[in-house]
């Protein structure tokens, strides 16, 4: 992974694309590559970090991973003990029906050498994220570049990963806020999903989600979801929502945005104060060990989970990299699916390789047949039977 290269996308093309890993640069174009890391650090100017204080609404109950259900493997024999994953990526991105883009992903298939680290064992080995604006592109691109950072710079980094992402979620909003404070142009809002590859020989995947953007593993192919939406509907959404002050209308927070968890947005009224509100940039947080069954990991904005179920998805994305093994045309796969199948809004997807071979066949054991007749045909054998008016 020494040939790697940060990649990350902030273009207002139409079709955006990149790969890294396994020694292969990025594509050279201008909204790949070096160029897109370039434009995203000098985009509009953006004012320093700020060293902002940080309050946490008492409402707000923090997922942690512990509490939340990934099917962990915990027995884990001497194959398992041994084995590295070979990280590779690729993404590709499209307006789609939209008149403007408004997501941003990153690939660092070496986080050691994008972001300066020192050389240790347990250092991460990669980062990966995607962001969908809303209101506009800024804090989708502030979020691209700022994340990351305030998770390196973490004193705790490493070894407290938990609380540094979910810090680093809340400072990029909080900085964020103050850049708002100096240049009302920069408004508006976006979600954030960060995958990290950390830990000894690369074996944990940890997610961090604040928003409708989702994260799903293949393991042995089914599909493990390693976040959670978050919409306005959703119970224990609904919940954190009214007791912070808010409620939800036809399906909207405060009947203003489709999203319960978010970055930014500052200027949208009764949502964020320094005191708290109903919309939070908390991150849920879920982690798993990596081992042998796991084969990638896909990361899309909610334009194409609104036309991939999650397991449909990994079928799908399984199918291809039989054919070709290659994560950047899987993701382009992906989009152009999610496009056929009429996704209303932009498309952003990462596809994250584990293993250097494509997914191997699967083998499903042939158990007796059971034939039963659907609760459809019982309707049409009914009324076939009352027209034969016996």
Known sequence: MEGSRVVLNNADGDREKSISGDGRPPIPNSIAGRGAYLHCLDSGGTPPLSAKSLVRHPSLVRSR?????????????????????????????????????????????????????????????????VFDGHGGKHAADFACYNLPRFIVEDGGFPQDIERVLSSAFLQTDAAFAEACSTDADLASGTTALAALVIGRSCRSLVVANAGDCRAVLCRRGKAIEMSRDHKPV?????????????????????????????????????????????????????????????EFLIIGCDGMWDVFLSQNAVDFARRRLQEHNDPLMCSKDLVDEALKRKSGDNLSVVVVCFQPEPPPNLVVPRGRVHRSISAEGLKELQSFLDDLDI
């Not at 509490?67 to 915990?74: G, V």
């Not at 499209?94 to 064992?121: F, P, Q, T």
Request: charged letters at 30%; one cysteine or more; glycine letters at 10%.
């Open 65 to 129: 991973a512990s509490e939340i259900s990934f099917e962990p493997r915990l027995n884990l024999d001497d194959s398992d003990a041994e084995y590295v994953p070979l990280l590779r990526s690729g993404a590709w991105a499209d307006v789609g029906s939209r008149s403007n883009m408004e997501d941003v992903y990153v690939c660092a298939d070496n986080m050691m050498n994008d972001y300066g680290l020192s050389g240790s064992s347990e250092s991460p080995s990669a980062f990966y994220g």
């Open 234 to 294: 959703c119970l224990r959404e609904r919940r954190r929502i009214e007791a912070s002050g808010g409620y939800v209308y036809d399906g909207y927070l405060n009947g203003q945005l489709n999203v319960a968890r978010a970055l930014g947005d500052w200027h949208m009224e009764g949502l964020k104060d320094d005191d708290g509100g109903p919309l939070t940039a908390e991150p849920e947080l879920m982690t798993t060990r990596l081992t042998e069954e796991d």
